[in-house]
Protein backbone atom coordinates (compact mmCIF):
# COMPACT_ATOMS: atom_id res chain seq x y z
CA UNK A 1 0.00 0.00 0.00
CA UNK A 2 1.14 3.43 -0.93
CA UNK A 3 0.36 5.45 1.98
CA UNK A 4 1.18 8.79 0.95
CA UNK A 5 -1.52 7.78 -1.13
CA UNK A 6 -3.83 11.67 -1.30
CA UNK A 7 -6.10 13.83 -3.82
CA UNK A 8 -5.78 17.29 -2.59
CA UNK A 9 -7.90 19.86 -3.84
CA UNK A 10 -7.00 23.58 -3.91
CA UNK A 11 -10.27 25.39 -3.33
CA UNK A 12 -11.80 28.91 -2.43
CA UNK A 13 -15.08 30.48 -3.42
CA UNK A 14 -12.94 33.58 -4.27
CA UNK A 15 -11.20 34.79 -6.57
CA UNK A 16 -7.19 35.87 -6.57
CA UNK A 17 -6.69 34.41 -3.13
CA UNK A 18 -3.26 32.07 -4.07
CA UNK A 19 -5.16 28.70 -5.63
CA UNK A 20 -2.83 28.21 -8.33
CA UNK A 21 0.22 29.41 -6.77
CA UNK A 22 -0.73 26.83 -3.88
CA UNK A 23 -1.33 24.00 -6.32
CA UNK A 24 2.18 24.84 -8.47
CA UNK A 25 4.09 24.58 -4.56
CA UNK A 26 2.57 21.49 -3.91
CA UNK A 27 2.75 20.04 -6.99
CA UNK A 28 6.33 21.15 -7.17
CA UNK A 29 7.20 19.45 -4.06
CA UNK A 30 5.84 16.17 -4.37
CA UNK A 31 7.65 16.55 -7.78
CA UNK A 32 10.76 16.99 -5.81
CA UNK A 33 10.31 14.61 -3.20
CA UNK A 34 10.61 11.60 -6.33
CA UNK A 35 6.51 11.42 -6.22
CA UNK A 36 4.66 10.57 -9.03
CA UNK A 37 2.36 13.65 -9.74
CA UNK A 38 -0.78 14.22 -11.70
CA UNK A 39 -2.42 17.63 -11.38
CA UNK A 40 -5.59 19.26 -12.75
CA UNK A 41 -6.27 22.91 -13.81
CA UNK A 42 -9.87 23.73 -13.57
CA UNK A 43 -9.25 27.46 -14.54
CA UNK A 44 -10.09 29.02 -17.88
CA UNK A 45 -8.06 31.57 -18.77
CA UNK A 46 -4.41 33.06 -18.62
CA UNK A 47 -1.70 32.26 -15.80
CA UNK A 48 -3.40 28.87 -14.62
CA UNK A 49 -1.52 25.68 -13.46
CA UNK A 50 -1.12 24.22 -17.07
CA UNK A 51 0.87 27.18 -18.22
CA UNK A 52 3.43 27.03 -15.34
CA UNK A 53 3.58 23.06 -15.32
CA UNK A 54 2.35 21.72 -18.73
CA UNK A 55 3.64 18.24 -18.22
CA UNK A 56 2.28 17.34 -15.07
CA UNK A 57 -0.88 18.82 -15.64
CA UNK A 58 -4.36 18.32 -17.70
CA UNK A 59 -7.05 20.56 -18.43
CA UNK A 60 -9.87 20.24 -17.14
CA UNK A 61 -13.70 20.56 -17.32
CA UNK A 62 -16.84 19.28 -15.43
CA UNK A 63 -19.33 20.92 -17.37
CA UNK A 64 -20.52 17.57 -18.83
CA UNK A 65 -20.66 13.92 -17.94
CA UNK A 66 -17.64 13.10 -20.36
CA UNK A 67 -15.39 16.19 -18.44
CA UNK A 68 -16.56 14.31 -15.45
CA UNK A 69 -15.23 11.15 -16.44
CA UNK A 70 -12.08 12.26 -17.37
CA UNK A 71 -11.31 13.82 -13.92
CA UNK A 72 -13.07 12.39 -11.14
CA UNK A 73 -12.76 8.64 -12.18
CA UNK A 74 -8.47 9.99 -12.58
CA UNK A 75 -9.00 10.89 -9.37
CA UNK A 76 -9.88 7.51 -8.07
CA UNK A 77 -7.85 5.85 -10.31
CA UNK A 78 -5.59 3.53 -7.97
CA UNK A 79 -1.93 4.37 -9.77
CA UNK A 80 -0.22 5.30 -7.30
CA UNK A 81 0.50 8.90 -8.25
CA UNK A 82 -0.33 11.95 -6.05
CA UNK A 83 -3.19 13.92 -7.28
CA UNK A 84 -3.61 18.14 -7.05
CA UNK A 85 -6.52 20.05 -8.45
CA UNK A 86 -6.73 23.43 -8.90
CA UNK A 87 -10.32 24.37 -8.35
CA UNK A 88 -11.21 27.32 -10.09
CA UNK A 89 -13.85 29.87 -8.42
CA UNK A 90 -16.68 28.96 -11.33
CA UNK A 91 -16.12 25.11 -10.92
CA UNK A 92 -16.26 25.20 -6.85
CA UNK A 93 -19.65 24.75 -6.28
CA UNK A 94 -20.14 22.48 -8.87
CA UNK A 95 -17.50 20.28 -8.02
CA UNK A 96 -18.30 19.61 -4.38
CA UNK A 97 -22.00 19.47 -5.63
CA UNK A 98 -20.91 16.08 -7.76
CA UNK A 99 -18.21 15.18 -5.32
CA UNK A 100 -20.93 14.51 -2.63
CA UNK A 101 -23.65 13.25 -5.10
CA UNK A 102 -21.00 10.78 -6.29
CA UNK A 103 -19.66 10.06 -2.18
CA UNK A 104 -16.36 11.07 -3.22
CA UNK A 105 -14.74 11.16 0.11
CA UNK A 106 -15.91 7.86 1.08
CA UNK A 107 -15.06 6.06 -1.63
CA UNK A 108 -11.65 7.81 -1.87
CA UNK A 109 -11.31 6.35 1.90
CA UNK A 110 -11.79 2.77 0.86
CA UNK A 111 -9.57 2.73 -1.99
CA UNK A 112 -6.84 3.86 0.95
CA UNK A 113 -6.72 7.53 -0.58
CA UNK A 114 -6.62 10.28 1.85
CA UNK A 115 -8.50 12.87 0.15
CA UNK A 116 -7.56 17.02 1.47
CA UNK A 117 -9.53 19.51 1.26
CA UNK A 118 -6.69 23.08 1.25
CA UNK A 119 -9.31 25.76 1.22
CA UNK A 120 -7.92 29.34 1.45
CA UNK A 121 -9.21 31.26 3.69
CA UNK A 122 -10.38 34.55 3.71
CA UNK A 123 -12.40 36.24 6.37
CA UNK A 124 -15.04 37.44 4.48
CA UNK A 125 -18.55 35.70 4.79
CA UNK A 126 -19.21 33.66 1.80
CA UNK A 127 -16.20 32.05 1.94
CA UNK A 128 -16.79 31.15 5.52
CA UNK A 129 -19.90 30.12 5.30
CA UNK A 130 -19.02 27.95 1.86
CA UNK A 131 -16.44 26.36 4.03
CA UNK A 132 -18.75 25.22 6.81
CA UNK A 133 -21.24 23.51 4.34
CA UNK A 134 -18.23 21.85 2.78
CA UNK A 135 -17.46 20.30 6.23
CA UNK A 136 -20.85 18.76 6.63
CA UNK A 137 -21.14 17.55 3.12
CA UNK A 138 -17.53 15.72 2.74
CA UNK A 139 -17.09 14.74 6.21
CA UNK A 140 -14.77 12.04 5.36
CA UNK A 141 -12.36 14.32 3.64
CA UNK A 142 -9.00 15.35 5.62
CA UNK A 143 -9.58 19.68 6.39
CA UNK A 144 -6.39 21.49 5.58
CA UNK A 145 -7.37 25.21 6.47
CA UNK A 146 -4.45 27.46 4.40
CA UNK A 147 -3.46 30.77 5.60
CA UNK A 148 -1.74 32.77 2.75
CA UNK A 149 -0.05 35.77 4.42
CA UNK A 150 -0.49 37.90 1.75
CA UNK A 151 -3.58 38.75 3.21
CA UNK A 152 -1.93 40.19 6.77
CA UNK A 153 -1.38 37.38 9.63
CA UNK A 154 -4.22 37.22 11.25
CA UNK A 155 -5.64 34.03 10.74
CA UNK A 156 -9.36 34.23 11.15
CA UNK A 157 -9.31 30.88 12.67
CA UNK A 158 -11.81 31.98 15.45
CA UNK A 159 -14.18 32.72 12.49
CA UNK A 160 -13.48 28.96 10.71
CA UNK A 161 -14.47 27.81 13.72
CA UNK A 162 -14.99 24.71 14.73
CA UNK A 163 -12.19 23.74 12.86
CA UNK A 164 -11.67 20.95 14.74
CA UNK A 165 -9.48 20.35 17.27
CA UNK A 166 -6.78 18.10 15.11
CA UNK A 167 -7.14 20.83 12.35
CA UNK A 168 -3.81 22.86 11.84
CA UNK A 169 -3.95 25.33 9.71
CA UNK A 170 -1.36 25.66 7.03
CA UNK A 171 0.72 28.63 6.41
CA UNK A 172 1.42 30.17 2.55
CA UNK A 173 4.25 32.51 3.75
CA UNK A 174 4.55 36.06 2.09
CA UNK A 175 6.99 36.35 -0.86
CA UNK A 176 8.67 39.59 -1.24
CA UNK A 177 6.95 41.51 -4.09
CA UNK A 178 9.88 42.32 -5.78
CA UNK A 179 10.68 38.34 -6.14
CA UNK A 180 6.74 37.49 -6.31
CA UNK A 181 7.24 39.34 -10.10
CA UNK A 182 9.05 36.99 -11.75
CA UNK A 183 7.57 33.85 -10.11
CA UNK A 184 3.72 35.05 -11.64
CA UNK A 185 4.95 35.03 -14.67
CA UNK A 186 5.14 31.37 -16.58
CA UNK A 187 6.96 29.57 -17.57
CA UNK A 188 8.65 30.27 -13.85
CA UNK A 189 9.28 27.02 -12.73
CA UNK A 190 10.20 26.47 -8.49
CA UNK A 191 12.11 23.69 -9.08
CA UNK A 192 14.37 25.38 -11.95
CA UNK A 193 14.06 28.53 -10.47
CA UNK A 194 18.16 29.19 -11.30
CA UNK A 195 16.34 29.89 -15.23
CA UNK A 196 14.89 32.92 -13.89
CA UNK A 197 17.82 34.30 -13.75
CA UNK A 198 17.13 36.64 -10.35
CA UNK A 199 19.88 38.47 -8.64
CA UNK A 200 21.28 36.32 -5.69
CA UNK A 201 19.37 38.67 -3.38
CA UNK A 202 16.03 37.74 -4.65
CA UNK A 203 16.93 34.09 -5.11
CA UNK A 204 18.29 33.77 -1.33
CA UNK A 205 14.77 35.10 -0.64
CA UNK A 206 12.93 32.72 -2.93
CA UNK A 207 14.58 29.98 -1.71
CA UNK A 208 14.43 31.19 2.08
CA UNK A 209 10.34 31.80 1.36
CA UNK A 210 10.40 27.80 -0.63
CA UNK A 211 11.83 25.79 2.61
CA UNK A 212 9.14 27.54 4.50
CA UNK A 213 6.61 26.73 2.52
CA UNK A 214 7.93 23.29 1.74
CA UNK A 215 8.31 22.54 5.72
CA UNK A 216 4.78 23.68 6.05
CA UNK A 217 3.85 20.54 4.11
CA UNK A 218 5.78 17.82 4.85
CA UNK A 219 3.74 18.38 8.62
CA UNK A 220 1.06 18.25 6.07
CA UNK A 221 2.11 15.04 4.53
CA UNK A 222 3.20 13.58 8.21
CA UNK A 223 -0.60 13.72 9.07
CA UNK A 224 -2.03 12.46 5.56
CA UNK A 225 0.54 9.69 7.35
CA UNK A 226 -1.45 9.27 10.22
CA UNK A 227 -4.70 9.43 8.72
CA UNK A 228 -4.01 6.74 6.57
CA UNK A 229 -2.66 4.50 9.05
CA UNK A 230 -5.44 5.08 11.05
CA UNK A 231 -7.85 4.52 8.28
CA UNK A 232 -5.97 1.04 7.34
CA UNK A 233 -6.24 0.12 10.80
CA UNK A 234 -9.91 1.22 11.56
CA UNK A 235 -11.12 -0.62 8.19
CA UNK A 236 -9.25 -4.06 9.55
CA UNK A 237 -11.08 -3.71 12.63
CA UNK A 238 -14.16 -3.76 10.69
CA UNK A 239 -13.23 -6.68 8.89
CA UNK A 240 -12.02 -8.36 12.03
CA UNK A 241 -15.66 -7.27 13.40
CA UNK B 1 -47.75 -15.29 9.02
CA UNK B 2 -47.24 -11.76 7.32
CA UNK B 3 -50.03 -10.86 4.85
CA UNK B 4 -48.16 -11.41 1.63
CA UNK B 5 -47.94 -8.39 -0.99
CA UNK B 6 -48.32 -8.43 -4.69
CA UNK B 7 -47.27 -5.20 -6.49
CA UNK B 8 -48.19 -5.03 -10.25
CA UNK B 9 -46.22 -2.44 -12.15
CA UNK B 10 -47.82 -2.01 -16.01
CA UNK B 11 -48.30 0.54 -18.41
CA UNK B 12 -50.40 0.10 -21.78
CA UNK B 13 -47.19 1.73 -23.65
CA UNK B 14 -43.98 0.43 -24.06
CA UNK B 15 -40.88 2.03 -23.34
CA UNK B 16 -41.93 4.43 -19.95
CA UNK B 17 -39.73 2.40 -17.82
CA UNK B 18 -41.82 -0.16 -15.96
CA UNK B 19 -38.44 -3.02 -15.82
CA UNK B 20 -36.41 0.50 -14.67
CA UNK B 21 -39.09 1.07 -11.55
CA UNK B 22 -38.88 -2.61 -10.86
CA UNK B 23 -35.60 -2.78 -10.73
CA UNK B 24 -35.38 -0.06 -8.36
CA UNK B 25 -38.11 -1.86 -6.08
CA UNK B 26 -36.50 -5.33 -6.13
CA UNK B 27 -32.99 -3.31 -4.88
CA UNK B 28 -34.94 -1.64 -2.26
CA UNK B 29 -36.77 -4.56 -0.78
CA UNK B 30 -33.05 -6.61 -0.89
CA UNK B 31 -31.64 -4.27 0.64
CA UNK B 32 -34.29 -3.97 3.77
CA UNK B 33 -34.21 -7.54 3.98
CA UNK B 34 -37.34 -8.06 2.45
CA UNK B 35 -37.77 -11.59 0.64
CA UNK B 36 -38.87 -10.35 -2.58
CA UNK B 37 -39.44 -12.52 -5.84
CA UNK B 38 -40.38 -11.23 -9.12
CA UNK B 39 -42.28 -11.99 -12.12
CA UNK B 40 -41.08 -10.76 -15.50
CA UNK B 41 -43.82 -10.70 -18.18
CA UNK B 42 -41.52 -10.20 -21.02
CA UNK B 43 -42.16 -13.72 -22.56
CA UNK B 44 -39.62 -15.51 -24.06
CA UNK B 45 -36.88 -13.10 -23.12
CA UNK B 46 -37.31 -11.14 -19.77
CA UNK B 47 -35.15 -7.71 -19.53
CA UNK B 48 -35.87 -8.42 -15.70
CA UNK B 49 -34.66 -11.67 -15.06
CA UNK B 50 -31.15 -10.33 -16.86
CA UNK B 51 -30.59 -7.75 -14.20
CA UNK B 52 -32.36 -9.65 -11.04
CA UNK B 53 -31.73 -13.61 -12.69
CA UNK B 54 -31.78 -15.05 -8.51
CA UNK B 55 -35.42 -13.60 -7.82
CA UNK B 56 -36.77 -13.35 -11.24
CA UNK B 57 -38.84 -16.14 -13.50
CA UNK B 58 -40.26 -15.15 -17.09
CA UNK B 59 -43.63 -16.16 -17.37
CA UNK B 60 -46.72 -15.69 -19.57
CA UNK B 61 -49.49 -14.09 -17.94
CA UNK B 62 -52.12 -15.07 -20.61
CA UNK B 63 -51.56 -19.06 -19.86
CA UNK B 64 -53.17 -20.29 -16.96
CA UNK B 65 -50.09 -22.73 -15.85
CA UNK B 66 -48.35 -19.42 -15.57
CA UNK B 67 -50.91 -17.60 -13.81
CA UNK B 68 -51.32 -20.66 -11.55
CA UNK B 69 -47.53 -20.55 -11.09
CA UNK B 70 -47.54 -16.65 -9.98
CA UNK B 71 -51.30 -16.77 -7.85
CA UNK B 72 -51.07 -20.15 -6.43
CA UNK B 73 -48.35 -19.21 -4.62
CA UNK B 74 -48.40 -16.08 -3.47
CA UNK B 75 -49.20 -16.96 0.11
CA UNK B 76 -47.28 -20.17 0.30
CA UNK B 77 -43.57 -18.59 -1.06
CA UNK B 78 -40.86 -17.40 0.75
CA UNK B 79 -40.53 -14.65 -0.74
CA UNK B 80 -43.11 -12.10 1.44
CA UNK B 81 -43.58 -9.57 -1.46
CA UNK B 82 -44.29 -10.08 -5.34
CA UNK B 83 -43.17 -7.78 -7.86
CA UNK B 84 -44.89 -8.39 -11.41
CA UNK B 85 -43.00 -6.68 -14.49
CA UNK B 86 -46.44 -6.48 -16.68
CA UNK B 87 -45.52 -6.21 -20.35
CA UNK B 88 -47.06 -3.49 -22.69
CA UNK B 89 -50.15 -3.78 -23.76
CA UNK B 90 -50.95 -6.15 -21.23
CA UNK B 91 -51.90 -4.16 -18.50
CA UNK B 92 -55.67 -4.32 -18.88
CA UNK B 93 -56.02 -7.70 -20.03
CA UNK B 94 -53.78 -9.11 -17.24
CA UNK B 95 -56.49 -6.92 -14.21
CA UNK B 96 -59.02 -8.36 -16.07
CA UNK B 97 -57.44 -11.91 -16.08
CA UNK B 98 -56.58 -10.98 -11.89
CA UNK B 99 -60.52 -9.90 -12.02
CA UNK B 100 -61.96 -13.49 -13.30
CA UNK B 101 -59.69 -15.33 -11.03
CA UNK B 102 -60.99 -13.71 -8.26
CA UNK B 103 -57.52 -12.26 -7.14
CA UNK B 104 -58.19 -8.63 -6.79
CA UNK B 105 -61.28 -9.57 -4.71
CA UNK B 106 -58.42 -10.84 -2.17
CA UNK B 107 -57.23 -7.58 -2.15
CA UNK B 108 -60.05 -5.93 -1.96
CA UNK B 109 -61.57 -8.05 1.53
CA UNK B 110 -57.40 -7.32 2.57
CA UNK B 111 -56.31 -11.16 2.49
CA UNK B 112 -53.35 -9.97 0.64
CA UNK B 113 -51.76 -6.91 0.02
CA UNK B 114 -52.49 -5.64 -3.59
CA UNK B 115 -50.66 -2.68 -4.73
CA UNK B 116 -50.48 -1.34 -8.43
CA UNK B 117 -47.54 0.67 -9.52
CA UNK B 118 -48.80 2.24 -12.96
CA UNK B 119 -46.18 3.99 -14.71
CA UNK B 120 -47.03 7.07 -16.58
CA UNK B 121 -46.11 7.68 -20.43
CA UNK B 122 -46.05 11.35 -21.55
CA UNK B 123 -48.87 11.19 -23.77
CA UNK B 124 -52.71 11.70 -23.38
CA UNK B 125 -53.36 8.20 -24.60
CA UNK B 126 -51.51 7.44 -21.05
CA UNK B 127 -54.06 9.54 -18.98
CA UNK B 128 -56.55 7.62 -20.47
CA UNK B 129 -55.13 3.92 -19.15
CA UNK B 130 -56.13 5.50 -16.19
CA UNK B 131 -59.56 5.13 -16.32
CA UNK B 132 -58.95 1.82 -17.82
CA UNK B 133 -57.79 0.63 -14.71
CA UNK B 134 -58.54 2.46 -12.23
CA UNK B 135 -62.35 0.18 -12.01
CA UNK B 136 -60.48 -3.10 -11.56
CA UNK B 137 -58.35 -1.64 -8.51
CA UNK B 138 -60.36 0.89 -6.84
CA UNK B 139 -58.75 3.09 -5.24
CA UNK B 140 -56.34 0.93 -2.84
CA UNK B 141 -52.85 1.02 -3.08
CA UNK B 142 -52.61 2.99 -6.05
CA UNK B 143 -49.59 4.48 -7.19
CA UNK B 144 -49.28 7.20 -10.56
CA UNK B 145 -45.54 6.86 -11.09
CA UNK B 146 -44.73 9.99 -13.75
CA UNK B 147 -41.26 8.06 -14.80
CA UNK B 148 -38.88 11.51 -15.98
CA UNK B 149 -37.79 9.54 -18.78
CA UNK B 150 -37.26 12.66 -21.11
CA UNK B 151 -38.02 16.44 -20.01
CA UNK B 152 -42.12 15.39 -19.75
CA UNK B 153 -43.80 17.76 -17.52
CA UNK B 154 -47.13 15.55 -17.36
CA UNK B 155 -49.62 18.31 -17.99
CA UNK B 156 -48.51 20.47 -14.87
CA UNK B 157 -48.82 23.18 -17.26
CA UNK B 158 -52.58 22.50 -17.60
CA UNK B 159 -54.59 22.12 -14.51
CA UNK B 160 -57.81 20.81 -15.89
CA UNK B 161 -56.04 18.34 -17.79
CA UNK B 162 -53.98 17.17 -15.11
CA UNK B 163 -57.27 17.38 -12.62
CA UNK B 164 -59.11 15.31 -14.60
CA UNK B 165 -56.97 12.17 -14.93
CA UNK B 166 -54.88 13.00 -11.94
CA UNK B 167 -57.39 12.72 -9.54
CA UNK B 168 -59.74 10.36 -11.18
CA UNK B 169 -58.76 7.88 -8.95
CA UNK B 170 -59.20 8.77 -5.28
CA UNK B 171 -56.40 8.12 -2.51
CA UNK B 172 -54.09 7.57 -5.41
CA UNK B 173 -50.37 8.98 -4.28
CA UNK B 174 -47.87 10.21 -6.84
CA UNK B 175 -44.43 8.72 -7.23
CA UNK B 176 -41.23 10.82 -9.08
CA UNK B 177 -38.69 8.64 -10.63
CA UNK B 178 -36.10 11.34 -11.42
CA UNK B 179 -33.70 11.18 -14.85
CA UNK B 180 -30.90 9.46 -15.34
CA UNK B 181 -28.57 10.59 -17.65
CA UNK B 182 -28.40 8.20 -21.12
CA UNK B 183 -24.63 7.54 -20.83
CA UNK B 184 -25.18 6.00 -17.21
CA UNK B 185 -28.02 4.06 -17.92
CA UNK B 186 -26.63 2.47 -21.07
CA UNK B 187 -23.35 1.47 -19.18
CA UNK B 188 -25.80 -0.49 -16.38
CA UNK B 189 -27.69 -1.99 -19.24
CA UNK B 190 -23.85 -3.04 -20.28
CA UNK B 191 -22.97 -4.21 -17.33
CA UNK B 192 -26.25 -6.37 -16.77
CA UNK B 193 -26.34 -6.14 -12.79
CA UNK B 194 -28.88 -4.59 -10.26
CA UNK B 195 -28.33 -0.87 -9.72
CA UNK B 196 -27.12 -1.71 -6.34
CA UNK B 197 -24.40 -3.72 -7.68
CA UNK B 198 -22.88 -1.32 -10.01
CA UNK B 199 -23.10 1.33 -7.29
CA UNK B 200 -20.78 -1.45 -4.90
CA UNK B 201 -18.59 -1.75 -7.96
CA UNK B 202 -19.59 -5.87 -8.30
CA UNK B 203 -20.16 -7.70 -11.64
CA UNK B 204 -22.94 -10.32 -11.81
CA UNK B 205 -21.12 -12.81 -9.64
CA UNK B 206 -20.34 -10.63 -7.10
CA UNK B 207 -16.06 -9.73 -7.51
CA UNK B 208 -14.84 -6.31 -8.16
CA UNK B 209 -15.44 -4.75 -11.32
CA UNK B 210 -14.16 -1.35 -12.60
CA UNK B 211 -17.28 0.49 -13.37
CA UNK B 212 -16.51 4.33 -14.17
CA UNK B 213 -16.37 6.15 -10.44
CA UNK B 214 -18.59 9.21 -12.33
CA UNK B 215 -21.31 6.89 -13.11
CA UNK B 216 -21.71 4.90 -10.21
CA UNK B 217 -22.16 8.06 -8.90
CA UNK B 218 -24.97 8.77 -11.17
CA UNK B 219 -26.49 5.84 -10.50
CA UNK B 220 -26.51 6.32 -6.46
CA UNK B 221 -27.62 9.60 -6.55
CA UNK B 222 -30.37 8.55 -8.41
CA UNK B 223 -31.30 5.89 -6.75
CA UNK B 224 -30.75 7.13 -3.45
CA UNK B 225 -33.99 9.91 -4.76
CA UNK B 226 -36.25 6.77 -6.23
CA UNK B 227 -36.04 5.25 -3.02
CA UNK B 228 -36.82 8.42 -1.57
CA UNK B 229 -39.64 8.74 -2.97
CA UNK B 230 -41.03 5.02 -1.59
CA UNK B 231 -39.77 5.45 1.74
CA UNK B 232 -42.31 9.17 1.42
CA UNK B 233 -45.09 6.37 0.24
CA UNK B 234 -44.25 4.05 3.04
CA UNK B 235 -43.59 1.41 1.01
CA UNK B 236 -42.11 -0.80 3.91
CA UNK B 237 -45.18 -0.42 6.05
CA UNK B 238 -47.23 -1.32 3.21
CA UNK B 239 -45.56 -4.57 2.37
CA UNK B 240 -44.86 -5.52 5.75
CA UNK B 241 -46.64 -3.57 8.40
CA UNK B 242 -45.88 -6.04 11.19
CA UNK B 243 -42.44 -6.44 10.70
CA UNK B 244 -41.80 -3.37 12.48
CA UNK B 245 -44.07 -4.74 15.60
CA UNK B 246 -41.80 -8.01 15.64
CA UNK B 247 -38.89 -5.71 15.79
CA UNK B 248 -40.20 -3.78 18.82
CA UNK B 249 -41.32 -7.33 20.48
CA UNK B 250 -37.72 -8.61 19.75
CA UNK B 251 -36.12 -5.62 21.32
CA UNK B 252 -38.37 -5.89 23.98
Given at each position: MSIRHSVAIVASPRPRVGKTLLARLLTDFHLQEGRSVAAFDLNAGEGTLAQFLPEHVTRSAIDDLKGQMAL???LMAEDGATKIVDLGRASFEHFFT??????????????????VLLYLMTPDRTSVEAYRSLCGRLPEAMLAPVHNEVFGVAQYGNKYAPIGSGTVIVRLPLLASNV???????????????AAALDVDDYIELQHWLRRIYREFRELDLRILLTAQQQAKSSKGDRAG | MAKPAVILIGADKGGVGKTTVARTLLDYFGTRQIPTRAFDTESPRGTLKRFHPDVTEVVDVASVSDQMKIFDTVGSAEAKVTVIDVRAGLLSSTLQALNNIGFIELGKTGQITLAMFHILGPSIASLEEIAETARFVGDANYFLVKNYINETLFFEWDPATYKSYFKRIKGAEE????????????????????????????????????YSFVLRGYVRHWLGRVWEEFDRVKLVDLVSPKSEKNIRQVAG
Open positions: FDRLASQFGFAAEARRRDIVPRRYVERPPFSFADSE | ISIPKLNEMTCEQVEVASVPYVSFIANKNAKGEPSN
